[in-house]
């Protein structure tokens, strides 16, 4: 992914900040922990309360060891946009009417389990490509090539171009199975793939401008690894 980062100086009103972010995360981590033991049809809801709230803290985290100079309070993703907090409430919402209407419906266990092993596996490859690129991974589009820039190609690289996406996409519909919310796995899956579609299109054109040659070369050897997205290289 493009890179290109600030140092950024922590006063203590960040590290306030910083520590009631991390401080809520647990919070909501362990107290998905606690629902996941109980025997009802809550349980799933624990299990994504937990992968939900790891997944912000290990962003943060994972930023913080791999790239420390693009640091900023928005490493947590919390305000990522509106769209995914408005994403985020219609997937509640859709819990807790059908648990309502029919709470037999959230006992699918095997649907749980497939979503849980997807999201495992979708964070782990997020989190693979994070290490693996260091310090030329940014949670933004890069607009400007920075001196220490450079094309990763190894590792997950050889296998995809946007292994980050990737796992963020099989993420996302993974945390829906667990909860298995009909309506939005087939929104999440939607709508995620229309995102990660333009934003791997807008992020291909930089890079490309970035790395010629070279980046056209990788095109053509390494998929970008999700369905149906070809990237910047004349389709849409």
């Not at 493009?2 to 203590?12: C, D, K, L």
């Not at 309360?49 to 947590?76: G, I, W």
Request: charged fraction near 15%; proline fraction near 3%.
């Amino acid at each position: 992914m493009p890179h290109y980062s600030i140092p950024v100086r922590h006063s203590s009103r960040n590290l306030y900040q910083v520590a009631v972010r991390g401080g809520f995360l647990g919070t909501c981590f362990g107290l998905g922990l606690l629902i996941s033991f109980a025997d009802t049809s809550w349980t799933y809801f624990g299990w994504y309360a937990m992968v939900l709230s790891f997944f912000h803290f290990s962003e943060y985290f994972t930023t913080a060891v791999t790239n420390p100079r693009s640091l900023t309070l928005d490493s947590f993703l919390l305000d990522h946009s509106k769209e995914y907090k408005l994403a985020a409430v219609a997937s509640w919402l859709e819990f807790a009417i059908e648990w309502y209407i029919a709470p037999g419906l959230k006992r699918f266990h095997y649907i749980s389990f497939i979503g849980l092993l997807l999201v495992i596996l979708g964070e782990v490859l997020r989190k693979v490509s994070m290490f693996t690129a260091k310090t030329n991974f940014n949670h933004y589009v890069q607009f400007r090539k920075h001196s220490d820039h450079v094309l990763v190609t190894s590792g997950v690289y050889s296998f995809c171009r946007h292994p980050s996406y990737v796992g963020w996409f099989y993420w996302s519909i993974g945390t829906q199975m667990i909860l298995f919310n009909p309506v939005c796995i087939v929104v999440y899956t939607l709508v995620s793939w229309r995102f990660f579609r333009a934003r791997i299109y807008e992020e291909e054109i930089y890079l490309l401008n970035f790395f010629g040659e070279d980046y056209v070369d990788y095109q053509r050897r390494v998929g970008t690894g999700l369905p149906f997205i070809h990237g910047y290289n004349g389709q849409v």
